[in-house]
């Protein structure tokens, strides 16, 4: 088997406003959409996200634990961008930290059970020489990252 996408719930009153930040901000593209699902990839990588419209009013206690993970040589700066651009659209949202070099937004009105991450890029650097091998079925397989 191979990864194809990640799958995470957004509260169905702000869906549209969190694509418009996915979309307009990070240019992530729509692959799929749902009346209540949409697919979107950002250009240049590989792995999917799915969103799906939720309705429930309580939060994931621990959800700072599950996060949508980005990139940045500024994590902290351009999360509080995302968080004035969601402000400014009437969704109350906090930039957090879990150390100095790997920060969170949440929007707790709207992210149901993630918060998303932006950290360095020295923190994604896991030495791997960029292809994988995998099991699927029986046979072996090779993968370039």
């Known amino acids: ?21 996915l979309t307009g901000e990070l240019g992530f593209i729509t692959l799929r959409r749902t009346e209540r699902s949409i697919w979107l990839r950002q250009p240049g990588t590989n792995v999917d996200l799915q969103f799906s419209r939720s ?4 939060r ?17 700066a351009a999360l509080t961008q995302l968080a004035a651009w969601l402000g400014a659209r009437g969704v109350k949202a ?8 790997e920060f969170y937004l949440d929007a707790p009105s709207a992210f149901v059970d993630f918060v998303i991450e932006a ?6 650097d896991y030495g791997i020489d960029g292809s994988s091998t995998f ?11």
């Open 60 to 76: 994931d206690g621990d959800k700072l634990r599950s996060q949508v993970s980005f990139l940045d040589d500024a994590p902290e």
């Open 135 to 145: 099991r699927s079925t029986g046979i072996d397989r090779k993968v370039v990252l």
């Open 94 to 101: 906090h930039v957090g930290s879990y150390s100095d070099r």
């Open 55 to 58: 309705d429930t009013m309580s």
């Open 1 to 21: 088997m191979r990864l194809n996408h990640v799958a995470n719930r957004l509260d169905a009153r702000h869906f549209e406003t969190v694509v418009d930040m």
């Open 119 to 124: 950290m360095l890029p020295a923190l994604a």
